[in-house]
T-cell receptor, first 114, second 115 residues
Framework: ETGVTQTPRHLVMGMTNKKSLKCEQH?????MYWYKQSAKKPLELMFV???????ENNSVPSRFSPECPNSSHLFLHLHTLQPEDSALYLC?????????????FGSGTQLSVL | GENVEQHPSTLSVQEGDSAVIKCTYS??????FPWYKQELGKRPQLIID?????GEKKDQRIAVTLNKTAKHFSLHITETQPEDSAVYFC??????????????FGKGTKLSVIP
């Protein structure tokens, strides 16, 4: 499936850098998500947007800042990250934000913080 | 909040054998239980799901069973093939407050099917 695309695929950044992850969905869905996937840990939900409004923010540090300008695009702005933030960041979408529907994931951005 | 435990963390089976992955959850109000498969270097994809009003669901070689009383659910793969090799994640949906629901995932099971 190519309904959810993420860029870049890989990102290496220093702790003082500012970068942004981009996600775009072509499925006409109303909900979009950011997940963090670390080795040997469960997928962690970071943010949920429904119809461009943030509906969930799971105690994520302020160095991660999401932006959803429209229902097709989602960004994750990164600044002053820590090495422990290195992980695969997955974007996903679903028809609505009810939770009981299929999630369509992007391929992820593999982030390394040096 | 919801807590999902998944076992085993790794599983190796011979091609043609069956594989079973088990998950337990803590919130008795959870009512939706999906399973995602993630092949190496690829995105997670939904393979099967079950809702709390059903005890079992099958889709070809894959089946999921749900025991609400014991709060556990399992994924069964029969006649395993090398392309079944992947990491499998279970999840449970529970109310997270303020009118919203959230999926909580297990840590994943790495399944290796040996030809």
């Amino acid at each position: 499936e190519t309904g959810v695309t993420q860029t870049p695929r890989h990102l290496v950044m220093g702790m003082t850098n500012k970068k942004s992850l981009k996600c775009e969905q072509h499925l006409g869905h109303n909900a979009m998500y950011w997940y963090k996937q670390s080795a040997k840990k469960p997928l962690e939900l970071m943010f949920v947007y429904s119809l461009e409004e943030r509906v969930e923010n799971n105690s994520v540090p302020s160095r991660f800042s999401p932006e959803c300008p429209n229902s097709s695009h989602l960004f994750l702005h990164l600044h002053t990250l820590q090495p422990e933030d290195s992980a695969l960041y997955l974007c996903a979408s679903s028809q609505d934000a009810l939770g009981n529907e299929k999630l369509f994931f992007g391929s992820g951005t593999q982030l390394s913080v040096l | 909040g919801e807590n999902v435990e998944q076992h085993p963390s790794t599983l190796s089976v011979q091609e043609g054998d069956s594989a079973v992955i088990k998950c337990t959850y803590s919130d008795s109000a959870s009512n939706y239980f999906p399973w995602y498969k993630q092949e190496l270097g690829k995105r997670p994809q939904l393979i099967i799901d079950i809702r709390s009003n059903v005890g079992e669901k099958k889709d070809q070689r894959i089946a999921v069973t749900l025991n609400k009383t014991a709060k556990h659910f399992s994924l069964h793969i029969t006649e395993t093939q090398p392309e079944d090799s992947a990491v499998y994640f279970c999840a449970a949906l529970a109310y997270s407050g303020a009118g919203s629901y959230q999926l909580t995932f297990g840590k994943g099971t790495k399944l290796s099917v040996i030809p």
